[in-house]
């Protein structure tokens, strides 16, 4: 069993940056596939970015290609999203995940562990 944990989440004025985290105990994260996803209010849960465990090749969705970076830290355990010029339309609950089987896949089914979330909100 895994247990993820995100952090760093906040409000935010459009324009600025967070850096999420996503912490796990109970296994190592070096093996899987991270994956970065968000639900605003009233709509699906979309993915944001995914890191492999192998050479740490990265995909991230059209909507925040440029402005977010998700990095992970295998000797910490840890993934974190880095998100710059954020706009009112990033406002959503982000959820960090593994991806056990190691895919690059963007579907929420092809993870199998997720966090509780934590708050984006930013400001116009």
Request: hydrophobic residues 35%; proline residues 2%; contains cysteine.
């Amino acid at each position: 069993q895994v247990q993820l944990v995100e952090s760093g989440g906040g409000l935010v004025q459009a324009g600025g940056s967070l850096r999420l985290s996503c912490g796990a105990s109970g296994r190592t994260l070096s093996r899987y596939t991270m994956g970065w996803f968000r639900q605003a209010p009233g709509k699906e849960r979309e993915f944001v970015a995914a890191i492999s465990w192998f050479i740490s090749s990265t995909d991230y969705a059209d909507s925040v290609k440029g402005r977010f970076t998700i990095s992970r830290d295998n000797a910490k355990n840890t993934v974190y999203l880095q998100m710059n010029s954020l706009k009112p339309e990033d406002t959503a609950v982000y959820y960090c995940a593994a991806n056990i089987l190691g895919g690059m896949g963007r579907s929420r089914d092809g993870y199998h562990y997720w966090g509780q979330g934590t708050q984006v909100t930013v400001s116009s």
